[in-house]
């Protein structure tokens, strides 16, 4: 057991990967954050116009990371792409 350290403000959703190699977090902080479940090493961050409520791994594409904000999107990132947005 571990924590995931980053987020500045409350943490709204998170989600782990069926595996359990992956976790994602949703942060009142205006950010999505991808982590490595097992060392608690943050590995991305992505940044929206206001706070992310939810995320989840596409059941598609495990390698897609699913987020909805405050913004009334929902947005779709590849977490293998140095940018990221799909």
Not at 7 to 29: C, F, P, Q, R
Not at 43 to 57: A, C, G, M, P, Y
Not at 61 to 81: F, G, P, Q, R
């Amino acid at each position: 057991i571990g924590s995931f350290i980053g987020h500045k403000g409350a943490v709204w959703g998170a989600t782990i990967t069926g595996n359990a190699e992956l976790a994602a977090t949703a942060g009142s902080d205006f950010t999505a954050k991808l982590w490595d479940a097992n060392t608690g090493a943050e590995l991305q961050t992505f940044e929206h116009k206001h706070i992310v409520r939810s995320v989840d791994f596409s059941s598609i594409n495990k390698e897609w990371l699913l987020t909805a904000s405050n913004e009334k999107l929902i947005k779709i990132y590849d977490v293998t792409a140095p940018t990221g947005l799909i």
